[in-house]
Nanobody, 129 residues
Framework: QVQLVESGGGLVQAGGSLRLSCAAS????????MGWFRQAPGKEREFVAA????????YYVDSVKGRFTISRDNAKNTVYLQMNLLKSEDTAVYYC??????????????????????WGQGTQVTVSS
């Protein structure tokens, strides 16, 4: 059974950095696509970043390009989201997700929650201005 456990959230001042981790277990993750999504209070969950596990190819929403970096550690079965130059609008609960569907390999599929069957519990990121 696939399990995803996020960690690394917290309170940080605007301009600061945080690194989120997503420890994955119970699957052959070299065949997976992994994503980070976030949900701010009163807003819908939105795509942040994705990585194709075996190739390492990465994808981002425009609002975080140049500030966030998604990466993975094969030996640890862990996906990271390094977040720099944080802004108050980055405040949200951040979720890690895993996908094994063919839809993930499309532009839209990587950015769609419906492509991901497995989700972590979320970790809160709060950026104070």
């Amino acid at each position: 059974q696939v399990q995803l456990v996020e960690s690394g959230g917290g309170l940080v001042q605007a301009g600061g950095s945080l690194r989120l981790s997503c420890a994955a277990s119970g699957g052959a993750f070299s065949r997976y696509g992994m994503g980070w999504f976030r949900q701010a209070p009163g807003k819908e969950r939105e795509f942040v970043a994705a990585i194709v596990w075996d190739t390492g190819n990465t994808y981002y929403v425009d609002s975080v390009k140049g500030r966030f970096t998604i990466s993975r550690d094969n030996a640890k079965n862990t996906v990271y989201l390094q977040m720099n130059l944080l802004k108050s609008e980055d405040t949200a609960v951040y979720y890690c997700a895993a996908s094994q569907t063919a839809a993930f390999m499309t532009y839209t599929g990587k950015r769609s929650q419906t492509s991901y069957a497995y989700w972590g519990q979320g970790t809160q990121v709060t950026v104070s201005s």
